[in-house]
């Protein structure tokens, strides 16, 4: 299974810059997925990239031209262990954001909350132990997706090495 993500978010993931990645909708999967960098990005997103200081600090620690050099390829595995609402999330040193967490509340830091869209009704996907790899070219697809079965055995390969 894979997701694909716009960069500069699926490199922040490869990288572990990224632990939570919002979206409208609710993920039901848990387990091991592909992250995949779409092909397409906005000027918005590379100007993210390259103007954001949080942004360009994290994304300097890749190669030259990363990361739109890597768009449509799988960049890394990491496992989906959770999905939560958005309006669960605190974010320390964010402006006004202070006091006690609430139960259930989740601490991210102001990095991760810069890195996301954290508005309410949204829903955040945890991934934990993420695993580079060597970039694979590879058609992306909307939602979850079933990765084609050589690169599958690729990137199995690859991390069994």
């Excluded at 890195?115 to 955040?124: E, I, V, W, Y």
Aim: proline share 5%; glycine share 8%.
């Amino acid at each position: 299974m894979a997701v694909t993500f716009t960069q500069p978010f699926a490199s922040l993931v490869a990288i572990g810059a990224k632990q939570w990645e919002t979206r409208s909708w609710p993920a039901h999967f848990r387990g091991t997925l592909a992250i995949h960098a779409a092909k397409g990005y906005s000027a918005a997103d590379r100007e993210l990239a390259t103007d954001d200081p949080l942004f360009r600090n994290a994304l300097s620690v890749l190669p030259f031209m990363q990361p739109f050099g890597v768009a449509g390829h799988v960049l890394a595995v990491a496992d989906l262990t959770d999905c939560r609402s958005t309006d669960h999330f605190y974010a320390v040193g964010i402006g006004s954001v202070t006091g006690t967490l609430r139960p259930g509340q989740i601490r991210i830091s102001a990095e991760e909350f810069h890195f996301g869209n954290f508005d309410g009704g949204r829903f955040a996907f945890k991934f934990e132990n993420v695993r580079r790899v060597t970039p694979i070219g590879c058609r992306g697809a909307l939602n979850f997706w079933r990765l084609p079965d050589s690169i599958e055995l690729e990137i199995r390969e690859e991390l069994e090495a």
